[in-house]
């Protein structure tokens, strides 16, 4: 009897295993399909460029006040990749940013026996960037304008910067060398707008980044920062829009 109902346990467990085998099955065949919406054989190659310029004159803003001074950023980053299979592609990016911040004069006013006066501040500095990029692209159903992708990235960077305070005797000033490495995800949208030519956006959800400063200032004084971050969120000043061309 002992036996017998052993017996009936096992036969139980195997019928319930291979109905949830059948059902695994039968979830796992959803009836979801990937159409090839980047065929296998295809060039990538495009430019996001960025420029953003500033102008004050005795501006006021909150506790700062006769703020005049001017500056401007430009970014301008190529990039160039391959399609070794139906949706996978891999290439990479160069980049070269720019900024330019002079400032002629400012006061901070906490309250009225607590000021600050910046005069005669410049700031100028240069970076490059090397990117290795590969991509997974996910077609909407059957449509071939509209797809999505997700971009790995393995970027490495290094500029200079160099930054001025006074005039004459007054004058001080710092020189930086930095160096950089950033690995993150970058998913997004591209829309075709003809059979060559696309229009993509992306932003940046996960990722490391270090970074590494030396600093030189008056020429005497050496000091070096070392920056490390992990995070997984959604950053809102790494979205990139870019053209986009397909040959």
């Known amino acids: 009897m002992y036996l017998t109902k052993i017996k009936y346990v096992i036969l139980i467990l195997f019928i319930a295993a291979a109905a949830g085998r059948m059902s695994g099955q039968e979830v796992f065949r959803r009836g979801l399909e990937q159409h090839p919406f980047i065929p296998k054989g295809q060039w990538i190659t495009g430019v996001s460029v960025s420029y953003t310029q500033s102008s004050q004159d005795n501006y006021q803003f909150f506790i700062i006040e006769n703020l005049n001074g001017d500056t401007y950023s430009f970014k301008v980053s190529p990039m160039l990749m391959y399609a070794f299979q139906d949706n996978m592609a891999a290439g990479g990016r160069v980049a070269y940013a720019r900024s330019l911040t002079r400032l002629r ?21 240069h970076t490059y960037y090397g990117m290795a990029a590969f ?102 000043f790494s979205i990139t829009f870019g053209v986009v061309f397909y040959l």
């Open 105 to 125: 004069n400012a006061s901070v006013i906490v309250d009225s026996e607590t000021s600050y006066d910046i005069n005669n501040l410049y700031r100028l500095s």
């Open 135 to 236: 991509r997974n692209y996910i077609s909407l159903g059957n449509s071939k304008r509209f797809g999505l992708f997700n971009e790995m990235q393995i970027q490495l960077g290094g500029g200079e910067s160099k930054l001025l305070n006074g005039v004459n005797e007054d004058l001080t000033g710092t020189f930086e060398r930095n160096y950089s490495l950033d690995i993150g995800l970058a998913p997004g949208m591209c829309m075709f707008l003809n059979n060559y030519s696309a229009i993509e956006v992306n932003v940046g959800v996960l990722g490391f980044s270090y970074n590494s400063t030396k600093a030189t200032t008056d020429q005497i004084y050496v000091s070096r920062r070392h920056y490390k971050s992990a995070n997984f969120n959604v950053n809102l």
